[in-house]
């Protein structure tokens, strides 16, 4: 059966374009329903859920936004066979479950460098944890796209010149913002999601963590949007770190001393 489905599928593909090849390759992944939710369920992502289960006992909300994420995102796509096709479903489960290793408060976590943005721990994070299961399938690209989505997660305004794939990772996350709900997903499943993953302690849990995060790795929050955090409420932390500005600035500095008489004209006033 197996074998035949995967011979109808190629002769498919090789008659027709990219986009055909993509969905054959969604059409033969195992799926499971959660919270009412259809989903891939390989066993790749079957380990990644059972991964962030760690984070039940310790920090329950992040299993929660990470869990939501990853429904949020399926609904959407189970909601337009268009977009579905566009996906790569596996690589979205990976990007989205695994998008906040970085906030692992546990002692000795394996996702939390002492100088790094959490989004770049996380992405590394969800890379290693692909490449440990030594899979076939899992091109460089592939693993790019998980990177860039979980590392551009904060950043959609960079967004607009990345692979679908990227971009919809991202999309996935943002339906976590506050907001009114999205229309590209149904209210039943809505509804659904949030009865089986409540919201309740999401953003009271993002504040302690973002907090911890500038307590426990300054210059990995410096000059990022979680420097806000580490100046509101942790003593000691100092000043907001412009470090772009500073940068320049200084820069700046060297530079008219070092050539005075250089010819700069200023279009600004
Ligand atoms: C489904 O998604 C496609 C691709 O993004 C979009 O062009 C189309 O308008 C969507 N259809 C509906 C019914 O929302
Ligand atoms: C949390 O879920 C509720 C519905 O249960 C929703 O009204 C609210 O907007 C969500 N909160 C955020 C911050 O997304
Ligand atoms: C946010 O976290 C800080 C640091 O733990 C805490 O002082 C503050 O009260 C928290 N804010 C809210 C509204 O819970
Ligand atoms: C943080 O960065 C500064 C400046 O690069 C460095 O001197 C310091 O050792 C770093 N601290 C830690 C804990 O890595
Ligand atoms: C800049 O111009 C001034 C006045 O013409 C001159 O005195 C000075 O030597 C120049 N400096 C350099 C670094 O060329």
């Not at 429904?71 to 337009?80: D, K, P, R, T, V």
């Not at 990177?147 to 339906?175: A, C, H, R, W």
């Not at 009271?204 to 911890?212: C, D, K, L, S, V």
Request: glycine fraction near 8%; proline fraction near 6%.
């Amino acid at each position: 059966m197996k074998f035949s489905g995967l011979v109808s599928c190629l002769a498919v593909a090789s008659a027709a374009n990219a986009a055909s090849v993509k969905k054959c390759r969604n059409d033969h992944l195992p799926t499971t329903k959660i919270a009412n939710v259809e989903v891939v369920w390989t066993p790749l992502v079957q380990d990644a859920v059972e991964l962030i289960k760690a984070f039940i006992p310790l920090q329950p909300y992040l299993y929660g936004h990470l869990m939501r994420s990853w429904l949020f995102g399926a609904a959407a796509l189970n909601n337009n066979a268009t977009l579905k096709a566009e996906v790569d479903l596996e690589a979205h489960a990976i990007g989205t479950l695994l998008h906040d290793l970085g906030w692992d408060m546990r002692p000795n976590s394996p996702w939390h460098s002492s100088d790094q943005p959490f989004e770049v721990d996380s992405g590394l994070g969800a890379v290693d944890f692909v490449k440990e299961h030594k899979l076939s399938g899992w091109s460089d690209s592939r693993l790019e796209k998980i990177y860039d989505g979980i590392t551009l997660q904060g950043m959609g305004s960079y967004l607009p010149g990345k692979n679908f794939d990227t971009k919809f990772i991202v999309q996935s996350v943002e339906f976590e913002f506050p907001g009114p709900r999205s229309p590209l997903i149904k209210d039943a499943d809505y509804d659904s999601i949030l009865g089986e993953y409540p919201n309740d302690t999401v953003f009271r849990g993002t504040n302690e963590t973002f907090t911890w995060l500038a307590l426990t790795k300054p210059n990995g929050t410096r000059n990022t949007f979680v420097d806000f955090f580490g100046t509101s409420y942790v003593p000691g932390y100092g000043p907001q770190g412009h470090l772009g500005f500073d940068l320049i600035t200084q820069g700046l500095h060297n530079e008219v001393a070092l050539y005075p008489n250089a010819t700069f004209v200023s279009h600004l006033h």
